[in-house]
């Protein structure tokens, strides 16, 4: 039970980044995968939507893989929630805090903020805009950049290929100004 | 074991994050359950370390807190050292396969699609892992997110010829 309570605490970015690094060798190993989870996407719409469009015309049955893979995610989400509960609190920086009341964003008891995200929000302009038109940019973005954080800036950085430095570089710049310029007025609404 | 031909539709598929370094082999299905248990120790990590929480992309879009800068940096590194020391040693899969590794094609792509996901990264708070990862621990909404995203890619989809590369 001791190591339940101890694995349960928020883990340091030097614990979890060598783990999250070490996926990349972990799927070539076990089955000459390539770790990358926004294509899981594609293979959805490859599998449920069939349609005449070339770019979902493939065999997508090879691909399975990746969907054991981001129903695992979700699995372990199940874990985390429950066996690995941390029950505190999210502790940041007192100067996002002090931002985020502003906004009557208060609670702090999920790693997402409850306030905003919530299904009643769905209809409400903000909660439109974070979760509908964020989840659409998304799907959108990581395809025409051929990959998200994973597939780009874990598994591209990490085999040294320069247009995923592009790609990476790009993912930041885009959310910076999002987060700093957009979002604080989508949140006054 | 049996080998296929899987290079048919690799032109297409080579924009890809997925498709560069594929296996060969034919396997029955139920060998998936492998990565299956990959993506549970990766949604653990990813939920323990916080990196899946609305907050601490914020924190990072604002610079106030080096702990995603911390967790991406050392992900990359050690993958690196990884892909290096696999390189070197030309070591195999546990079947015995050559693990090959293909360069990424430059395309604009990387530009213009970066930008849009890193701006709908800062609004949802959530990269594609960290959508499943936060269905996981019961913010059922995020459904909602996930089918948004794979809207998203389907409208890619049907507009990726007509779309600058």
Known sequence: MKLLEWLSQPWPWWVAGPLIGLTVPALLIIGNKTFGISSSMRHLCAICLPTKISYFQYDWKKEIWNLFFVVGIIFGGIISSTLLNDPNPVQLNPALVKELHQYGINNYTQLIPIDIFNWQALLSVKGFILMIVGGFLVGFGTRYAGGCTSGHSITGLSNLQWPSLVATICFMVGGFIAANLFLPFILKF | ?165
């Not at chain 2, 396969?97 to 609004?123: D, N, R, T, V």
């Open chain 2, 1 to 165: 074991m049996q080998t296929k031909n899987t290079n048919t539709d690799f032109e297409v598929r080579s924009l890809d994050a997925m498709c560069f370094n594929e296996s060969e082999l034919v396997h029955p299905w139920w060998f998936n359950f492998k990565y299956l248990f990959a993506g549970i120790f990766f949604g653990i990590i990813l939920i323990k370390a916080q990196v899946i929480s609305w907050f601490r992309i914020q924190e990072m879009f604002r610079l106030q807190s080096f702990h995603m800068y911390g967790v991406i940096g050392s992900a990359v590194v050690t993958g690196a050292i990884s892909v290096f020391i696999i390189k070197k040693l030309k070591i195999k899969t546990i079947y015995g396969e050559e693990i090959k590794f293909y360069p990424k094609e430059f395309s604009k792509g990387q530009i213009f699609g970066g930008l849009l996901f890193g701006f709908g990264w800062a609004l949802t708070g959530a990269c594609p892992g960290p959508l499943f990862a936060q269905i996981g621990i019961g913010a059922t909404v995020i459904t909602v997110t996930l089918f948004s995203a794979i809207a998203g890619t389907w409208v890619y989809g049907l507009l990726s010829k007509k779309l600058p590369h």
